[in-house]
């Protein structure tokens, strides 16, 4: 287990006790922040506890100044350090790179559930890299620009185009640039590779896959894959894109959620 600070962030419901408490994890290039827009005020008024964590190196936790020699074992190690911190265990809802860390944490450790939102894929994001290459050559310099403060009209453009559905409004989306941050490049680099886990490992617990109809990071091709694993079917979200609780259709996507956890029981 590290010894690393992490931040918690807690958003306590005003019934606890009856609904599971609820975990939420990052993608990349983001911290906890990117929950608070929308789905931790939605799930905190439908009775969840919720708790935000900030995996090392990002937001409010340790390692910002030295963010690129983290791995997916080090933000897996935070993962189970945070639910180790809760008195319940949570459910698990990781986006994106966070959906990645709660399937490794699941190798071992345990949880209430798991809902993975837009989650990457179990062939790694090689593929991802290559298609936005051809399709978006522009994208990462928008990034590092958006992520260096430089929000020009082209940058922004670019990058709703990427992480949003079609129809989001450059203005709203503006709103959301303090829950950007740089990267792990070591995270970025040991996404590239497929992950393998045996069908063994996987905990008999309630799971969810979701993503966005309009995903272009990782279309709803890809979640199938995801969803097979978990002996699951995928949840689409019409009109939906990548940042799930960051776009447009968020309270689709919250809702869907919010059924699903009905169904989820209180350990």
């Not at 020699?69 to 350090?81: H, I, K, N, S, Y």
């Not at 639910?83 to 990645?100: D, F, K, R, W, Y």
């Not at 490992?201 to 995801?226: H, K, N, W």
């Not at 309270?251 to 699903?260: C, F, G, I, N, R």
């Amino acid at each position: 287990m590290n010894s690393r600070r992490l931040c918690i962030h807690p958003s306590l419901s005003a019934a606890p006790g009856r609904n599971p408490p609820l975990l939420f994890v990052h993608g990349g290039y983001t911290h906890s922040a990117c929950w608070g827009y929308h789905f931790i005020p939605y799930f905190q008024r439908n009775g969840h506890d919720c708790f935000a964590l900030d995996l090392s190196g990002h937001g409010d936790s340790e390692g910002r100044q030295r963010l690129d020699t983290f791995g997916l074992d080090d933000f897996t190690q935070d993962l189970a350090q945070a639910v180790n911190m809760l008195e319940q265990l949570p459910v698990l809802i990781g986006h994106s790179m966070g959906a990645l860390i709660a399937q490794r944490y699941l190798e071992k450790g345990a949880a209430a559930g798991v809902a993975l939102l837009s989650s990457v894929p179990p062939s790694g994001t090689a593929g991802t890299a290559m298609r936005l290459a051809f399709s978006t050559p522009d994208f990462p310099s928008a990034l590092t620009r958006v992520l260096d403060n430089d929000t020009n009209e082209q940058a922004l453009e670019i990058l709703a185009r990427v992480f949003f559905s079609p129809d989001t409004d450059r203005r709203t989306l503006a709103r959301y640039l303090p829950a950007l941050q740089t990267e792990s490049t070591r995270a970025v680099i040991e996404m590239l590779t497929p992950s393998f886990w045996s069908p063994q490992i996987r905990p008999a617990i309630p799971a969810l896959v979701m993503g966005g109809a309009e995903d272009a990071v990782f279309p709803p091709s890809l979640l199938r894959f995801t969803a097979s694993a978990w002996h699951t079917q995928a949840h689409i979200v019409p009109g939906a894109g990548h940042m799930l609780m960051l776009d447009p259709h968020w309270e689709t996507a919250a809702k869907t959620l919010l059924v699903w956890l009905r169904n989820v029981p209180n350990r």
